[in-house]
């Protein structure tokens, strides 16, 4: 049973448009959230968190939304580039353990 | 300040074999996780050692474990290999435990069972 999903495993969007990715998560003990960015033959790298007392969270192009109640984050990227296709990651953090989701492809076309 | 890197890259092994897979941290991280990628499970936790002790252990089955050195060099063996252990093995590394938004990940091993 997958506590973290992601259930788009690709998305196209436009250079200059918003990328949405999204997540839902079933463990209310998830304290802790995480985006990752993982491109080929490379391993993830981070790129965002949020607290579960919080609900958004914004780094330069990057925004992260949390909405407890529906166990739902979503990563908002604007405006979205070339550089950014890659594959997306979300992961939740509780009892010292990372959870992942199965990660979304994100391609952003010139 | 060199990545974490992992060794071998690239493996292929046959069914009922054992292997062992190598990460060596970033220096003066304590910290390492092992993470399995397989396209149908994605990323998933496998354990986690600091300080040569394993602090965390993910849902897998005996076959799979670790050890860290003194050094922080982190080794995990898989015994008795099945078809369904062909997979991206990640590990990374932090400074401390619990760090998780500062953990930094080796470039994998890609292990294939035949």
């Known amino acids: 049973d997958q506590q973290v999903k992601q259930n788009s495993p690709s998305l196209s969007v436009q250079e200059g448009r918003i990328s949405i990715l999204n997540c839902d998560y079933t463990n209310s003990m998830f304290d802790y959230f995480l985006w990752y960015k993982k491109y080929p033959a490379e391993g993830p790298t981070f790129l965002i968190s949020?607290?579960?007392?919080?609900d958004k969270n914004e780094d330069g192009r990057f925004t992260v939304f949390l909405n407890k109640s529906a166990k739902h984050l979503s990563l908002h990227i604007v405006p979205s580039q070339p550089g950014d296709s890659a594959v997306y990651f979300c992961a939740a953090y509780a009892g010292n353990m990372l959870t992942f989701g199965g990660g979304t492809r994100l391609m952003v076309k010139p | 300040k060199a990545g974490v890197t992992q060794t071998p890259r690239y493996l292929i092994k046959t069914r009922g074999q054992q292997v062992t897979l190598s990460c060596s941290p970033i220096s003066g991280h304590r910290s390492v996780s092992w993470y399995q990628q397989t396209p149908g499970q994605g990323l998933q936790f496998l354990f986690e050692?600091?300080?040569?002790?394993?602090?965390n252990k993910g849902n897998f089955p005996g076959r799979f474990s670790g050890r860290q050195f003194s050094n922080s060099r982190s080794e995990m063996n898989v015994s008795t290999l099945e078809l369904g252990d062909s997979a991206l093995y990640l590990c990374?590394?932090?400074?401390?435990?619990?760090?998780?938004?500062?953990?930094?990940f080796g470039p994998g091993t890609r292990l294939t069972v035949l």
């Open positions: 990374a590394s932090s400074l401390v435990a619990d760090r998780v938004n500062e953990q930094f």
């Open positions: 050692y600091f300080s040569e002790t394993q602090r």
């Open positions: 949020i607290s579960s007392i919080k």
